[in-house]
């Protein structure tokens, strides 16, 4: 990455201290990049909602990206999104309109996140994920690469059904979620799925499709004989009770804000 | 998007009236685009075939974008692709060589059209989907994220056996069609089927491998009760008949012509 | 593609003779193209480790490609990897550190290799495919798309478990593979397979979950109505038995090197 030289910043954008911008980036009118921020090479932050190519006089939607952020090369954010602290993209993600997203969030590589979608914090998502309109997410919800969550449910139609997956929550590669489904909290989709059902919380669905495995107690290590799940007991890499307790940690101040 | 400066429009390309073009666009020796339309930033139309890397005198075939068509930003068009008016990309497709589109066609976000197949009017692409070579669309044809039309029925091989899909057909998200399928019209594939046998005219199938579910008379609607299928009689959003009633449509001129 | 002008090239990278460099373009430091290669337009190559953003000292590690590669516009190579000749990418492929592959190998339209992975020579990877970490590949495994490699048993944990594909094996579009799978040579994966079990050689799995169907000796092609299987020996485009019968080559120097 080459921090100079060429690349563009809209004279309305408002760029924090000790942010860093790649060539050929470009950052539109009405967006704010939080300190501490790496904007990298080919990146699009702020693009334009179609009617404004329409309507000269459209104004876009305010776009922030918090700060210590990390959107990698390629990636498209379009005006009109919300990014907590701590954002970071894979390569040439796609981030359509009137997105939120909490702090610490993953988009990974070539995602495709259609808009109007809801994010808590500390969510993960790998590659090649599409998130379509009206689905809402809890915190450290992980999704893994090739899943589809759809919205309609008898393509095509003006009803947009949007799912609705809560905390803790680990959906498998390759899934299709089907439209309006609620996944509940600690549940875990296996791979390759077309999840027709809701989930209720703590429980294990797989299949095309989808049909209730057992409860995630169930789930052991390969590595420890011992149950995996619920997860946040053996996984703490880059989360808020990393080295410490999970038990003790949602007994702190931070940790009841998620209880 | 900056209508100026820092794109770059070979000397033989021919671009239409009021044509706007994104910053760090290319637009290649041959490419015709169409009056109103819009280039978004980092796209590459009219993108070289292989061949004339290593023969500097190959001469790249013509390439036309039909007029008001919006080309959002990271699309690469290669050279030989023929598109009617009111096309529209979603960011980062990528359409290879002598792909043939009619009029007001969507290719989604992240699709890749491997080239050598034709679409008719009014077709929309989703999302992250792979079109392989020698596939033919009817007209309303609709695809869902995800769904990949293969061509090689024993890999590999040297046979390629394109599929063919008839008018008003949908084919549900991560469905996989295996070559040389015959998708009826006005059928419906579910999500995540794997397609090994032909479908006939209003028939839903799906599974993996899909099987014959029903007619598509007796899907209903979840909003209002009713069959939602022929779906032309409830959805017209974007569509010739909006706004008036499906059945005086098939009557008109326009509608006749595509009866 | 313009091979002058608007691209950018580090010193201290390495560019043999006859390369090509297109528009937009980006070479960064520390990277060693060979020669008669061609990188289109809007690449990446030698893309910084993140650790380089945070510290100005980090010296990103060595990007190998070797001669006669084609880099196709919009791709994206991360630092620390290396490549043998004859490489070939997709539009928009992007691929992360530490990833080797043999000589001859094609990455395809928006794959996204993780890293940490093996390639042998002749591999073929379609589009849209997501290799992840610790996973290994012999010589003249094709790959189709939408396939994903996973890694971890039981997400999200520390373990990351990579899969091995051993030679001539075949994995069809839209399977996903579990962690830690061994598929032997000369197998063949079905169309939208969940594999969650060893394969043998010479065995076509299929279904979800995959299960054995039978020795791919029986499957036979549906053009000369003979086995397809063992397929060198009936199809040889751009590998190195092309002309010559599979038994002889295998019988030639070369041919002993991967016997």
Known sequence: MRFQGNYYVSESAIIGRNVKIGQNAIIHENVEIGDDSIICENCIIGEPESESYYNGHYKNPRTVIGRNSLIRSGTIIYSGSIFGEHFTTGNMA????????????VVGTQCDIQGDVVFGDYCRLNSHIQISKKCIFGNFVFIYPFVVFTNDPHP???????SNVKDFSQIGAGSVILPGIIIGKHSFIGANSLVNKNV??????????AVKICKVYYVWSKENKRPHYPWPYNFDRGLPWEGKSFDDWLKTEEGQRYA
């Open 94 to 105: 796609s981030i359509r309109e009137n997105s939120k997203f909490g702090k610490n969030c």
């Open 156 to 162: 095509p139609s003006n009803q947009l059904i949007g």
């Open 200 to 209: 209720d919380d703590f429980e294990l669905h797989s299949g095309n499709p």
